[in-house]
């Protein structure tokens, strides 16, 4: 069934995909058959051959290595700063007709320490009208070539001597590429500049990072440059504005027009700059006398708060956790249309996309809050202090994904942290299969490229690791010094590391050495024994990760928890893996039912942990750790030894356990049972495990399971709930569950109008292509998919006019649609698979004058199929309809 399914199918994901007792490839360490560290000079020949006992000099013998390469490695280094930037003063307005911006900039500079003559500023796409000294009516002579103008100063300026330049110009931004993090790097957007686009409103609005915002205004756009800002922006008097720092006045324009003035008194990277305009209704609180404003479109007004939920409270935690408050005098947040990312932290005004806009019953399912506490935490780590070059993006963006795993800690609980947690390893360890990296990467091929699993995901992991080696109160007071010591300037990876050496006296290079600056993660396998005789039991830890491609030998910190009996507390240890293979030994009175290695799930690595069944039967009900738990469902995933605790599993506190639980319960279940999932369908607490209990109920064919459906339609105010339920009618009861359908077409919900779109294409009635037609633009990603794949189902049952008026308003989505991928393709496929339908007519009618009509309208949709294939502009795109996955083709 569509919706309990996808969440299962979520579950297989994360079973499968990603844990912490992972089964690790087959990778071969050295020596497989003893315990042996082998050692290799830096020729790559064997010098020594180490065990454990015993240490024994040998002849060398060769292995075979790459060739060696004697050239220096690729190196992006950090910006060279020959002038400072003080201060930018911005006076903006727009041509919306045209799309460009008509500014003056006005900057304050000094140089940084050598002498200087000239000045260099990336100004991308500029046509320049004026360039002079502020106050003066002479010009300065400068060199342009279209992405940086060289201005001679006429005169020499030395260290300390300031000067201001005035530089008057018309900025055209367009798109040259993008990444997959940040789809455009236009820098500034018009979205329906022209009024073109019904329904859509129009904005302005910009996205800097990397180095975009010099599409829109000159600067030193480097992330190790800062400077303080004015913005004085002129828009018609309809639109609201929103830049960084405070408003400090409005003017009304004899023409109609609005002049904002907003101004920030700290400095911050050019990166960071920011400016919104549009129709925005704004909602205002307060923290610590700080503003807290967050801007939506008008019909989002009541859901605001919901939409930004417990941003007040998330500044707090941060202030208090880093005994640091919140660095900045005010805190907005936007949501634009068809932004080009996902969220982006400008120094106190965030531009989110347009994912985050929903109404309050929305967001049951699917609150905001990981991405909100992620861009509130870079106003400390980013903004307070920024990564000096993007080789260091981590120092960015690890410690905002670290903070998604403190909010939830805090909120709601260390296994909701935990849970996401997994996330994030799998994340990283897919991605570190077939490009793993140093955390600091100075030989990035594209600055883009650093936008990856390991600048957030395993920055983050890191950041865990490092909160267990030194302890929460160490961990929390060395990023105070860290912050406060490197206030308002650019940081390195070194500049993190010295201050927790100064907080706790520790030497952390080897921390430090193996996660920042070398690449990979520990592939560990794992096996035990018992001597009985000796009462010793032993842990053996191999470390099998590549030694080409990853770290050789990490120094691992592990606490392993020996438990003897159900219900006792087990025996704490704690150890340090520095061998590639390292066997421990503990005494111990009686054999263990459990050696639990890494009992507090703090390592980033691929574990296989070679339990038995019994083991993992013995773990999930003694060990407290949702991990632990996680890990030992795992472990026995598709065994009977599952089913059989499954009634067990679905009581668990944590609901992602209920959900597997629920996912392993057989179809033959007792009226107890069935009772109690009855009562999770309607009680329990989490959206999800409502929906997947209604989903179970109706595949074991529960009596109840039209009624239930009904009254949860009724009363349950989660749409995701809901739109399981007309599911579950749609298959038991079709009249009822039209009926339904009728009622609830007005919700704004995606699941809900995947669901009756599919209920209405079954019916095969005309009458219900409005719907779609209505919802085209109200559902995106994979229920896209399906979505228009109803649509165009529907569409085809009719005739070849009602055909054509639905291609074209698919092709409008699949080659205007600036947005979204996912709607595009969709559109496309849509097309094609109406093409596919008169393909096929045309090639079974007998009827000649009928397959004539059937070839031509073939041909009308290939040159359609032709027009969005070359006018689409994604690289991810354009490679799926150039390999033909979607057969885009005029076969």
Not at 94 to 115: D, H, M, R, S
Not at 214 to 228: A, G, V
Not at 382 to 388: A, L, R, S
Request: with cysteine; charged share 25%.
């Amino acid at each position: 069934m569509r919706n309990y399914l996808a969440f299962i199918f979520g579950l297989i994901f994360l079973l499968t995909s990603c844990g912490t007792a992972k089964q690790a490839s087959n990778v071969a360490s050295p020596s497989e058959d003893s315990d042996e560290i082998v050692v290799m000079d830096n020729t790559g020949i064997i010098t020594e051959e180490r065990f454990l006992d015993t240490m024994d000099v040998v002849a060398p013998r060769e292995l075979d290595v790459p060739e060696i390469n004697f050239e220096l490695p690729k190196y992006n280094g950090s910006h060279l700063r020959r002038n400072d930037l003080l201060h930018t003063t911005l006076k903006l307005k727009f041509n919306w007709e045209k799309e460009q911006v008509i500014g003056q900039a006005q900057l304050k500079l000094q140089p940084y320490f050598y002498p200087m003559a000239r000045v260099t500023l990336d100004a991308k796409n500029f046509q320049f009208h004026k360039v002079a000294y502020v106050g003066s009516k002479d010009t300065l002579a400068y060199q342009y070539d279209g992405a940086t103008i060289t201005i001679d100063l006429g005169k020499i300026y030395r260290k300390g001597e300031t000067y201001e330049l005035m530089i008057d110009y018309t900025a055209s931004p367009a798109a040259t590429g993008g990444s997959a993090a940040i789809q455009s790097d236009q820098g500034l957007f018009f979205i329906n500049p022209r009024g073109e686009e019904p329904g859509k409103p129009q904005q302005i609005w910009t996205q800097g990072e990397t180095e975009w915002n010099s599409r829109w205004f000159p600067t030193i756009d480097k992330p190790n440059e800062r400077c303080t800002q004015e913005m004085f922006i002129t828009v018609q008097d309809e639109f609201k504005t929103l830049s960084n720092g405070l408003l400090k006045g409005s003017v009304k324009n004899d023409d109609g027009t609005r002049t904002d003035h907003w101004q920030m008194d700290l400095p911050h990277a050019p990166y960071l700059f920011m400016l919104a305009v549009g129709d925005f209704a704004v909602v205002k609180d307060e923290w610590e006398n700080i503003p807290v404003e967050y801007y939506v479109e008008p019909k989002y007004e009541k859901s605001a708060r919901a939409i930004f939920s417990n941003t007040v409270e998330m500044l707090d935690f941060f202030s208090e956790k880093l005994d640091l408050k919140y660095p900045w005098p005010k805190y907005s947040q936007i949501v634009v249309r068809d932004y080009v990312s996902g969220a982006m932290e400008n120094t106190t005004g965030v531009i989110y996309g347009e994912f985050v806009q929903k109404h309050e019953r929305e967001l049951i399912d699917n609150h905001n809050e990981r991405i909100l506490a992620h861009e509130l935490f870079h106003h400390w780590f980013g903004d307070y202090v920024t990564c000096e070059s993007w080789a260091n993006l981590t120092m960015n963006e690890g410690f905002a994904n670290y903070s998604e795993y403190l909010w939830f800690e805090h909120k709601y609980g260390v296994d909701e942290a935990d849970y996401h947690l997994l996330t994030e390893w799998g994340g990283y360890i897919s991605s570190a299969q077939s490009n793993a990296h140093p955390l600091i990467y100075h030989a990035h091929d594209d600055k883009e490229d650093m936008f990856d699993a390991h600048s957030y995901n395993k920055g983050g992991a890191v950041l865990h690791m490092l909160r267990k080696q030194v302890g929460d109160e160490a961990f929390w007071a060395a990023l105070n010094l860290y912050l406060r010591d490197n206030a308002y300037q650019s940081v390195e990876v070194h500049d993190l590391r010295l201050a927790f050496e100064e907080v706790t006296g520790q030497d952390l290079n080897w921390f430090f050495d193996q996660w920042y600056l070398e690449q990979g993660h520990p592939v560990l396998n794992i096996t035990y024994g018992y001597d009985e005789a000796r009462k010793k039991a032993t842990i053996k830890v191999e470390q099998q990760q590549d030694p080409v491609t990853m770290f050789q030998v990490f120094q691992l910190p592990v606490d392993i928890d020996i438990y003897l009996e159900d219900g006792q507390q087990p025996i704490k240890n704690n150890v340090f893996v520095n061998q590639r293979i390292q066997t421990f030994e503990f005494e111990v009175p009686s054999k263990p039912k459990l050696i639990n290695f890494d009992s507090e799930k703090m390592l980033l690595a691929e574990i296989n942990t070679n339990k038995t069944e019994a083991e993992f039967l013995f773990q999930f009900r003694n060990a407290k750790k949702f991990l632990d738990r996680y890990e030992a469902l795992q472990g026995l995933s598709g065994s009977e030894a599952l089913k059989n605790i499954a009634k067990e599993v679905i009581k668990d506190n944590f609901w992602v356990i209920r959900g597997l639980g629920l996912q392993s319960l057989g179809e033959e279940l007792d009226a107890e049972t069935i009772d109690y999932i009855r009562r999770l369908a309607t009680e329990d607490p989490h959206s999800q495990i409502r929906a997947l209990s209604l989903g179970k109920l109706s595949q074991i064919g529960d009596k109840s399971i039209v009624d239930l459906s009904k009254k949860i339609i009724d009363s349950d105010q989660s749409y995701t709930v809901i739109a399981t339920a007309l599911d579950v009618l749609i298959e038991k009861d079709r009249a009822v569950a039209l009926e339904y359908a009728t009622k609830l077409e007005d919700v704004d919900s995606e699941q809900l109008i995947e669901v009756i779109g599919a209920l209405y294409t079954e019916s095969g009635e005309a009458k219900y292509l409005p719907f779609f037609e209505k919802n085209l633009n109200n559902i995106d990603g994979f229920m896209a998919l399906s979505f228009y794949e109803s649509y165009q189902a529907l569409a085809t049952k009719g005739d070849y006019k009602t055909a054509s008026s639905a291609v074209e308003k698919l092709k409008e989505i699949a080659v205007n649609d600036g947005q979204s991928i996912m709607k595009r393709l969709a559109a496309a496929k849509s097309v094609n698979d109406i093409r596919n339908f008169y393909r096929t007519q045309a090639n079974e009618s007998e009827d000649e004058a009928a397959k004539n009509a059937f070839e031509k309208h073939v041909e009308e949709l290939n040159e359609i199929m032709e027009q969005i294939k070359e006018q689409e502009t994604n690289t991810q795109l354009k490679q799926i309809y150039d390999s033909r996955l979607l057969l885009l083709d005029k076969v």
